[in-house]
T-cell receptor, first 115, second 114 residues
């Protein structure tokens, strides 16, 4: 069975602070995919990144960066110099390569960035 | 524009009154899926479809039905809604084959059953 744990239910920071959102996953598959989605107050799901299990390179996109560590089954997400517009719920998700292709989502981390 | 659309976006209904939430995609995707989102639980898969006329249960299928008569459409049917089906629903689609795993989500349908 697959499982995704986002232990941080809610984080509050002040604008311009850096913040890291933790994600730990469990799977027996050797090939899998990891995702981060952002859900702003308007409710839609905004795709941020997909990472394949065979690619452990970290990635940076502007103020966002992702640290994928297979050894610890973690896929953490860091926002540098946070902004009020980053306030949202962030979901980490795990996808199987085969089968019914369901995404297993974590319970989400609510990030509040105070001005 | 490549997109997944859902209708309605908001719906308030009463217990037992049958309803259908439509989902349509314009990307010629074989795979489509429905999720529900509840506080503290993230999103959970309800049903999925690998292709036309091929559907199967996800993690929380009780109380729901689906059909896939056309490739682009994947409606979610609640024959007799109950208050515990009050939730935010998302439809998603993707290509079935290949290493790519792009899943495109619709804008969500917020359902309240009183």
């Amino acid at each position: 069975a697959q499982k995704v744990t986002q232990a941080q239910t809610e984080i509050s920071v002040v604008e311009k602070e850096d913040v890291t959102l933790d994600c730990v996953y469990e799977t027996r598959d050797t090939t899998y995919y990891l995702f981060w989605y952002k859900q702003p107050p308007s409710g839609e799901l905004v795709f941020l990144i997909r990472r394949n299990s065979f690619d452990e390179q970290n990635e940076i996109s502007g103020r966002y960066s992702w640290n994928f560590q297979k050894s610890t089954s973690s896929f953490n997400f860091t926002i540098t110099a946070s902004q009020v517009v980053d306030s949202a719920v962030y979901f980490c998700a795990l996808g199987a390569h085969t089968g019914r292709r369901a995404l297993t989502f974590g319970s989400g981390t609510r990030l509040q960035v105070q001005p | 524009e490549a997109q997944v659309t859902q209708n309605p976006r908001y719906l308030i209904t009463v217990t037992g009154k049958k309803l259908t939430v439509t989902c349509s995609q314009n990307m010629n995707h074989e795979y489509m899926s429905w999720y529900r989102q509840d506080p503290g639980l993230g999103l959970r898969q309800i049903y999925y479809s690998m292709n036309v006329e091929v559907t199967d249960k996800g993690d929380v299928p009780e109380g729901y039905k689906v059909s896939r008569k056309e490739k682009r459409n994947f409606p979610l049917i609640l024959e007799s809604p109950s208050p515990n089906q009050t939730s935010l629903y998302f439809c998603a689609s993707s290509l079935r084959q290949g290493r790519s795993y792009e899943q495109y989500f619709g804008p969500g349908t917020r359902l309240t059953v009183t």
